[in-house]
């Protein structure tokens, strides 16, 4: 079982409509981190959270820390949304600074 | 600054030859990682520096992989003998050092193995 496992892996749908992407983690962490990641290679973060909920324009992330589960919803999406979106964790303390990624959430907006 | 920048974008090469990656990373940042993406998959940690010391190596980066930041800026990640199985995406992200700080990622480079 991976330590991060996001759903859906695939995602199709029209202009306008409310999404979700969710992340469920297995380890205890310090930060999880939501990235975009366009055709082409690069990333960009989005967010990093370590309780509760954060908003920037229409994107909101929310993590629940006992659940272990984190979503990224994106409301009124339009096709620029496109792109690969994927949960990443970092666990706590020395030695575990790195990032453990998801495999990423294809989402394609149609227009 | 213009981010943290990774030459080559892309690269490729003949099974048995000799690669090198470089990373720029933000000037500040003391933290520097190297990932490896395959295709339809996350990305899977290499190794990081914080500064010039190298202080973690996954069990992904066999003895043809080595990865170097001699003064602490830049990075270079070289991979002897290449085989097909190398093929795949390599980022660089950059960090300050501490508890949550936020990791910034290059372009990546794209390296196939023919």
């Known amino acids: 079982k991976n330590e991060v496992e996001q759903s859906p892996q695939n995602l199709t749908a029209q202009e306008g409509e409310f999404i979700t992407i969710n992340c469920s983690y297995s380890v205890g962490i310090s930060a999880l981190h939501w990235l975009q990641q366009h055709p082409g290679g690069g990333i960009v973060s989005l967010f990093m959270l370590s309780s509760g909920k954060k908003k920037h324009g229409r994107l909101i992330a929310t993590i629940n820390i006992q659940e272990k589960h984190s979503s990224l919803h994106i409301t009124a999406s339009h096709p620029r949304d496109s792109a690969v979106y994927i949960c990443a964790v970092r666990g706590w303390g020395f030695g575990n600074e790195k990032l453990t990624f998801g495999t990423g959430t294809r989402l394609t907006i149609i227009p | 600054d213009t981010g943290v920048s990774q030459d080559p974008r892309h690269k490729i090469t003949k099974r048995g030859q000799n690669v090198t990656f470089r990373c720029d990373p933000i000037s500040e940042h003391n933290r520097l990682y190297w990932y490896r993406q395959t295709l339809g998959q996350g990305p899977e940690f290499l190794t990081y520096f914080q500064n010039e010391a190298q202080l973690e190596k996954s069990r992904l980066l066999s003895d043809r992989f080595s990865a170097e930041r001699p003064k602490g800026s830049f990075s270079t990640l070289e991979i002897q003998r290449t085989e097909q199985g190398d093929s795949a995406m390599y980022l660089c992200?950059?960090?300050?050092?501490?508890?949550?700080?936020?990791?910034?990622f290059g372009q990546g480079t794209r390296l196939t193995v023919v």
């Open positions: 992200a950059s960090s300050l050092a501490g508890l949550n700080t936020e990791a910034f």
